[in-house]
């Protein structure tokens, strides 16, 4: 069973920055892709930074710029660093791995449970 379990979130002034952290936990045998989503009310969820297990890193073009991701492999952890932050940052947001818990099984895809980011004007 695996689990992923963020931190990090509050609330923040425009400007701001604020790093938000996650770690898998559980049986874990390898971690592809990390990556971090948010949902703000009323839209739908969207990917903000993805990272693969090379460290090669994707972003959305709302956060580039302003945002870097980060994993430490050797924890099983992924970061987001969000600096200048803006009120439309406002979301929960989620992490999500695909995980593969022993050597013979596929990558499954695992969620958080989300961390509120809250950005005051």
């Known amino acids: 069973q695996v689990q992923l379990v963020e931190s990090g979130g509050g609330l923040v002034q425009a400007g701001g920055s604020l790093r938000l952290s996650c770690v898998a936990s559980g049986t874990i045998y390898s971690i592809n892709n990390m990556a971090w989503y948010r949902q703000a009310p009323v839209k739908q969820r969207e990917l903000v930074a993805v990272?693969?297990?090379?460290?090669?890193?994707n972003y959305a073009d709302s956060v580039k710029g302003r945002v870097t991701i980060s994993r430490d492999n050797a924890k099983n952890t992924v970061y987001l660093q969000m600096n200048r932050m803006k009120p439309e940052d406002t979301a929960v947001y989620y992490c999500n791995a695909a995980i593969r818990s022993k050597f013979f099984s596929p990558f499954s895809t695992y969620w958080g449970q989300g961390t509120q980011v809250t950005v005051s004007s």
């Open positions: 990272i693969s297990n090379g460290d090669k890193t």
